[in-house]
Nanobody
């Protein structure tokens, strides 16, 4: 009964910013890390960023380093993705996902939120 709900997507001009949120809920929810993935039109899903719940270790794909920041609020079971200096190529549906254990697959996924960056 794990539920992941993304929010914060929308339309923004190139160079602008958006902050995505992923609220995790469920009576028995627990995970090692949360990740953000995205899928652009006609392309495969790709990893964007991840953060571990306890240590707060972060990981980013190269193309978003210096522009995106992932963070978490453990008390709220919420993960955020602050996206700055957005580019048209960032346009995609963004999904949050939960990783149960280190090196394991992401077993729980949200339904996604659309991010559109206009040029």
């Amino acid at each position: 009964q794990v539920q992941l709900v993304e929010s914060g997507g929308g339309l923004v001009q190139a160079g602008g910013s958006l902050r995505l949120s992923c609220a995790a809920s469920g009576r028995t929810f627990s995970s090692y890390a949360m990740g953000w993935f995205r899928q652009a039109p006609g392309k495969e899903r790709e990893f964007v960023a991840a953060i571990t719940w306890i240590a707060g270790s972060t990981y980013y794909r190269d193309s978003v380093k210096g522009r995106f920041t992932i963070s978490r609020d453990n008390a709220k079971n919420t993960v955020y993705l602050q996206m700055n200096s957005l580019k048209p190529e960032d346009t995609a549906v963004y999904y949050c996902a939960a990783q149960t254990e280190r090196l394991s697959k992401y077993g729980y996924w949200g339904q996604g939120t659309q991010v559109t960056v206009s040029s």
